[in-house]
């Protein structure tokens, strides 16, 4: 074999050590070096992988509904125009006389 098969294949830089060798016997592609750090990259990413899709499982759980709670939300037409105008009233708001929102958020 020549030199250059025993030297690390790291790609972004030129790397002399000697690439470390498998189980099996087989040379890996990299030095023990460049193998660790690629393995504690990867060890990361995996970590934050695992961690956001278990946030995403989470999230996705419904929403408790208690008839109770819209009670004491009492709103009248005028005050719900002006939290309408303070948001910024855009087409998703243009609805306002929908029988659903006057009855789910005016005190009707």
Not at 46 to 68: G, N, V
Not at 72 to 89: K, M, R
Request: hydrophobic share 30%.
């Amino acid at each position: 074999m020549a030199d250059s098969d025993l030297t690390c294949k790291y790609v972004y830089k030129k790397c002399y050590n000697t690439r470390t060798t498998k189980k099996n016997g087989n040379l890996h592609s990299l030095c023990e070096y460049h193998r660790a750090k690629a393995n504690m990259i990867q060890k990361a990413y995996a970590t934050k992988k695992r961690s956001l899709s278990k946030a995403m499982k989470c999230s996705d759980a419904p929403i408790p509904y208690s008839p109770l709670a819209n009670e004491n939300f009492e709103v009248s037409e005028s005050e719900w125009l002006d939290i309408i105008d303070a948001l910024g009233s855009d087409d998703a708001c243009s609805d306002i006389d929908s029988p659903f929102i006057k009855e789910e958020f005016l005190a009707v």
